[in-house]
């Protein structure tokens, strides 16, 4: 299986801050990276697919990046909404794993 | 306006079984993919298993292979989840959620708690 890791696992930032969190992949997954946003209580929301697209109806202060095993999701600039715990998931082949999840706090 | 609606989730014995359901509405449900996605509390997300719309591909994360099994009614839009021979570590929140571009999961239901204990 490819193992995702997410650094840092939580991070602490004030509004406005530009928010950059990274996703290492095991290997290679040709930019099938994608970004969920989740906060307490509620089921997680997509953000991000193919390591660059952005979901319809998502800020366009979110942005994806990245390629080969190494991907970075970024927040230009922090807004009170965005406080919340953000995973990567890799779709490469058939068996998807997310990563550990990053918090902002 | 896209819908799935977990069930079936409830307090159950280590070596029971269980049988969760997935109810769609708002979208032609046979053209799509549906996962499993299971989030231990307070913990990350683990992808479980995924179902084609036709049914004939179907997955599983290792760690449920051979004891789930993930099946489909079209006529009935639902998606199904029976779980066998459970665990301490499958006590989690089970969602369901569409497949979308990109390997993605685009539509999640509010999921449901299955403790095992």
């Known amino acids: 299986d490819i193992q995702m890791t997410q650094s840092p696992s939580s991070l602490s930032a004030s509004v406005g801050d530009r928010v950059t969190i990274t996703c290492r992949a095991s290997?290679?997954?040709?930019?099938?990276l994608n970004w969920y946003q989740q906060k307490p209580g509620k089921a997680p929301k997509l953000l991000i697919y193919?390591?660059?697209s952005l979901q319809t109806g998502v800020p366009s202060r979110f942005s994806g990046g990245g390629s080969g095993t190494d991907y970075t999701l970024t927040i230009s600039s922090l807004q009170p909404e965005d406080y919340a715990t953000y995973y990567c998931?890799?779709?490469?082949?058939?068996?998807?794993?997310f990563g550990q999840g990053t918090r902002v706090e | 306006e896209m819908q799935l609606v977990e069930s079936g989730g409830g307090l159950v014995k280590p070596g029971g079984s269980l049988r969760l359901s997935c109810a769609a509405s708002?979208?032609?449900?046979?053209?799509?993919?549906i996962n499993w996605v299971r989030q231990i509390p307070g913990r990350g997300l683990e992808w479980v298993s995924s179902?084609?719309?036709?049914?004939?591909?179907?997955y599983y994360a290792d760690s449920v292979k051979g004891r789930f099994t993930i099946s489909r009614d079209n006529a009935k839009n639902s998606v199904f989840l029976q779980m066998n021979s459970l665990r301490a570590e499958d006590t989690a929140v089970y969602y369901c959620?569409?497949?979308?571009?990109?390997?993605?999961?685009?539509?999640w239901g509010q999921g449901t708690l299955v403790p095992v204990s």
């Open positions: 998931q890799q779709s490469y082949g058939t068996l998807w794993t």
């Open positions: 179902i084609s719309g036709d049914s004939t591909h179907i």
């Open positions: 290997q290679s997954i040709s930019n099938y």
């Open positions: 193919g390591t660059w």
């Open positions: 708002g979208f032609t449900f046979s053209r799509y993919s």
């Open positions: 959620a569409t497949s979308g571009r990109s390997g993605t999961m685009e539509t």
